[in-house]
């Protein structure tokens, strides 16, 4: 990808995150055939030409007495967009995850910044650990938005006249702000999946609640999307029994 010309760089402002399955290795029958190796051997590969709804039961009983590994023998490559600080909290999740996200070392960054609409919730109300957020005035919401354009702005123009100045992009991106959006490529197994929906989404079906920051939510939100039309019967067990990952 060429950087585009500075005449056409103008700061953009989203309040949705983007993801996208780009390619995957993922079914039910993963599940099934993996658990059966352990009584039927090699014969457990019939199970890739068996309609996987005659054993649900197997599928959900592995996910109530968390047999984990037979869960992992599958893959999801998600290609996310969202903003920077959404991603530094991704990648805590380590155990079962590869990332490559884009570098501000070889390309010129786009400017295009993270300003929550209307329905983001902006006050945060109680004490740590016990707190509720709740939403904000008219005045906090164009508050947040007007101040976070124009400190967007300045940021970029900060960082487009170093570059103009021959400044190295790894060291003139140090000026740009973690509502930048970045992009990466994110694998993963419908267990490490779990587990991250398990800490980065509410339900009213959790086991152990879940307090994650929205952005990050909306971006479990989607990957929870395309991952239960893969394996939806895995998808149901994970419900059925209490969100918590195998």
């Not at 993963?30 to 051997?41: F, K, M, Q």
């Not at 910044?113 to 919401?141: C, H, I, N, W």
């Not at 992009?169 to 993963?188: N, Q």
Request: include cysteine.
């Amino acid at each position: 990808m060429t950087d585009t010309p500075a005449e056409d760089l103008k700061p953009g402002f989203r309040s949705d995150v983007t993801v996208e399955l780009v390619k995957h290795s993922a079914a039910d029958s993963d599940v099934l055939w993996a658990a059966r190796v352990s009584t039927a051997g090699e014969q457990s590969l019939e199970e890739l030409t068996k309609d996987p709804e005659r054993s649900k039961g197997l599928i959900n009983f592995l996910m109530r007495d968390r047999h984990g590994s037979p869960f992992e023998h599958n893959s999801m490559t998600f290609f996310i967009s969202a903003p920077i600080f959404v991603f530094r909290e991704f990648m805590r999740h380590r155990v079962g995850w590869s990332y490559n996200e884009e570098s501000g070392r070889y390309r010129e960054l786009q400017p295009v910044f993270y300003v929550p609409d209307a329905s983001r919730k902006l006050v945060q109300e109680g004490r740590p650990g016990k707190y509720v957020f709740v939403a904000g005035t008219e005045a906090q919401q164009e508050l947040v938005s007007r101040t976070m354009e124009d400190t967007y702005r300045q940021a970029y123009e900060a960082y487009r006249e170093m570059l103009a100045a021959g400044v190295a992009r790894e060291v003139a991106r140090a000026v740009l702000p973690v509502g930048l959006f970045s992009s990466m490529y994110a694998t993963c197994n419908a267990r490490s999946l779990m587990h991250f929906l398990g800490l980065r989404t509410q339900h009213e079906l959790a086991k152990v609640p879940s307090f994650p920051q929205r952005e990050i939510e909306m971006v479990g939100e989607k990957m929870e999307e395309e991952w239960a039309g893969l394996m939806p019967l895995t998808h149901a067990a994970f419900n059925a029994n209490g969100r918590v990952a195998p």
